[in-house]
């Protein structure tokens, strides 16, 4: 097995990266390539400096690609590190990316590389970020480090809720509290039977994305934690990932208005059969018709019919998505120390 460390990205390997994806233990639309491409443009939206340096490891075995770990270099808490693209703050699940049968040769192969590589040139450490908790990509870690000289630790980093769904609406309320089964129905029919005319609108066409783009982070910024958030950097990010996303076929951008104004809006991902609630924007004028719990509604009621298998809320233990029925994963810090 041979490893190239490419500093640019590798325009050549999009195909391949994409596909060894797909074959890999975790899946997310935080691998794929060009999501990967685009946070490195905009360094996430400014989270990290324009000085950090690319530091993709891919291994080829001859024959087709095995591996890829998908770092970056920079300073963090005092060091040099090698990071995954993607961390910290806008991607929720991040990873190596391998196929499961080759993943114990990548890693015990990476970590070599990596302590004879780039260890002399001044990396302190290897800090990942955002792993799920299920990964058996940290207990590889863990195994690989020890037998090559590297301290290893690992910390439970925050929930991350998800609804496994049974593909039926009503099954699916049927599965949840039975007060918030109540409380669910309750305002989406009191929306449905309201004097204004409520309806949800998703985004379908290209040349609706930047209007309807601009729109969603309006009432993103209605929120004061969120409006201090978007910086221009991160406006930036979440208009090319939105369009990407509509672009690869898996954007899924709705909105719930009132009278044709728009009271909330959620931003998600309809990949791999699953729907990944990434962020969401409300107008606090329009409460009375409860819109995000109604929006919500209509999404799961969608992700049902449309038999999804999976609503993941991601990252955070927000009250609502246990509400509406979230069980508990978690994601991870995995650290790696000479």
């Known amino acids: 097995m041979e490893f190239t460390h490419y500093k640019n ?81 806008i991607s929720d699940f991040l990873d190596l990316i391998v196929s499961a049968e080759r993943e114990r040769e990548f890693i015990e192969g990476l970590l070599k590389f990596i302590s004879d590589q780039l260890i002399p040139h001044g990396v302190r450490s290897i800090d990942l970020y955002n792993l799920l908790e299920d990964s058996p990509t940290i207990q590889l870690l863990s195994e690989a480090g020890k037998t090559t000289g590297f301290e290893v630790s690992k910390v439970v980093l925050q929930q991350a809720p998800s609804i496994t769904l049974p593909g039926d609406w009503e099954a699916y309320l049927e599965s949840i509290d039975k007060k918030q089964r109540h409380e ?64 690869q076929g898996w954007l899924q951008l709705a909105f719930l208005t009132v009278d044709g104004e728009n009271a909330a809006a959620y931003l998600n991902f309809d990949y791999q059969n699953r729907i990944w609630v990434y962020n969401s924007g409300l107008d606090r004028r329009f409460m009375e018709y409860s819109p995000g719990w109604v929006l919500l509604g209509h999404l799961l009621m969608w992700a049902n019919e449309n038999k999804r298998s999976a609503f993941d809320f991601l990252r955070g233990n927000e009250d609502y998505k246990y509400k509406f029925g979230g069980v508990d994963r978690f994601v991870c810090r995995v650290t790696l120390s000479k």
């Not at 950090?52 to 770092?71: C, S």
Request: charged letters at 30%.
């Open 184 to 247: 669910i129905r309750r305002k989406m029919r009191r929306a449905a039977e309201a004097d204004a005319s409520i309806e949800v609108y998703y985004t379908t066409e290209q040349s609706k994305v930047a209007q309807d783009t601009q729109a969603f982070i309006d009432l993103m910024a209605q929120d004061p934690e969120k409006a201090t958030f978007l910086t221009p950097a991160m406006r930036e990010q979440f208009k090319i990932s939105i369009q990407r996303a509509f672009d």
């Open 9 to 89: 990205f590798p325009v050549e390997l999009k195909e391949e990266w994409n596909l060894l994806l797909a074959k890999s233990v975790n899946d997310v639309p935080f691998l794929r390539f060009e999501y990967l491409a685009d946070w490195w443009q905009t360094r996430g939206g400014g989270e990290w400096p324009a000085e950090a340096e690319l530091a993709i490891l891919a291994a080829h075995d001859g024959k087709e690609l095995v591996g890829i770990a998908p770092f970056f270099i920079t300073e963090h808490e005092g060091a040099k590190k090698l990071m995954l693209l993607g961390c910290i703050e």
